[in-house]
């Protein structure tokens, strides 16, 4: 991640970005083809929708818990956890199940590192990133 933007590469080309306003909790993204948007509404019970590219149909939903720096994702009727996997916050997972997507950042230092896919869509795979970014936004300003 380099400021506002994530890039997703698989070898050396890049398979996939996500791009995130400065001065909003929304975001857009690509990967494999897929392309989403993200929408975040609500001050003290923050949910983010998933939208088409387009911002025109609701795809799924992200719910926070902010105290304990989890989230819920409805995505096409499904239902998947978000969770640091680590005190140091370098890995976190998304899934239900054997679907799941794991993070593992190489250092604190640098932005960079590995996913782990298992049977998840790519909009999902961007949504694990988008609030990896969003728990990382709060403990920055805090």
């Known amino acids: 991640m380099s400021g506002q933007e994530t890039r997703i590469f698989r070898g050396k080309l ?13 975001a ?14 609500g001050f003290w ?10 911002g025109t149909k609701e795809l799924g939903l992200i719910t926070f818990n902010i105290w304990k720096s989890t989230a819920v994702i409805t995505y096409e009727n499904q239902t998947y956890g ?12 998304l899934g239900n199940g054997d679907d799941f997507v794991q993070y593992v950042k190489r250092s ?21 990133l988008f609030i990896y ?9 805090s």
Do not use: C
């Open 14 to 26: 890049i398979a996939g970005i996500l791009k995130r306003s400065f001065w909003k909790d929304d």
């Open 28 to 41: 857009y993204g690509e990967l494999n083809g897929h392309m989403v948007r993200f929408k975040t509404n």
């Open 45 to 54: 019970k923050r949910t983010t929708q998933i939208l088409d590219i387009e």
């Open 82 to 93: 978000w969770k640091f996997d680590s005190w140091m916050r370098k890995k976190w997972q």
């Open 108 to 128: 604190s230092w640098k932005n960079e590192g590995d996913i782990e896919i298992q049977n998840i869509s790519p909009a999902l795979v961007l949504a694990g």
């Open 133 to 141: 970014g969003y728990f990382w936004k709060i403990a920055a300003a």
